[in-house]
């Protein structure tokens, strides 16, 4: 997905973001097939369990159980038609996640390649928390962040002032 190019600067922000909040004593079921990401975690001590490829629209049976303490969703609920199923389904606790946001410079990100990288959803802040709040979530923490890229160009500049990422944490109330 990443061609050894990973996202090095959102990585580091969300662990940052999850040393603050998630002890590893707890249970993680991270939404999504293994990744580097998830790699990451374990590597630090966490106890990450993937989803094995759902189509999470659908079947939202994986996140029924009270065997995890933690959901966590990395750029995940973008690429669901309906995020809300599955945030209602959550049994765990504690949820955290992050998502794109909405840029008015730049159109939302579709591969033509590949019909599981695109972008149904891109969030404004608000739209998110809304979503959030109607699952029966209250959000604890969250953070906004930049995704400068290394090019020249309009663009580039306004990705380095412009928050591209949101990432929440939240409880079950």
Known sequence: ???????????????NFLNQIISK???????????????????????????????????????QTEDFNVVTAFEIFEHLVSPFNILNDIQAKKLVASVPLKLWFASAYRSKTDKWDRHYHEFEDWQFDWLLEKAGWRIVKREKFTNPV???GIRPILRRITPRYYLVYAERI
């Open 150 to 152: 290394k090019k020249i």
């Open 25 to 63: 004593d707890e249970k993680i079921l991270d939404l999504g097939v293994s990744n580097p990401f998830s790699e990451i975690l374990i590597k630090e001590g966490y106890n990450v369990t993937n989803t094995q490829g759902e189509d999470l629209d659908l079947e939202t049976k994986v996140v």
């Open 1 to 15: 997905m990443y061609e050894g190019k990973f996202p090095k600067k959102r990585y580091m922000h969300t662990l």
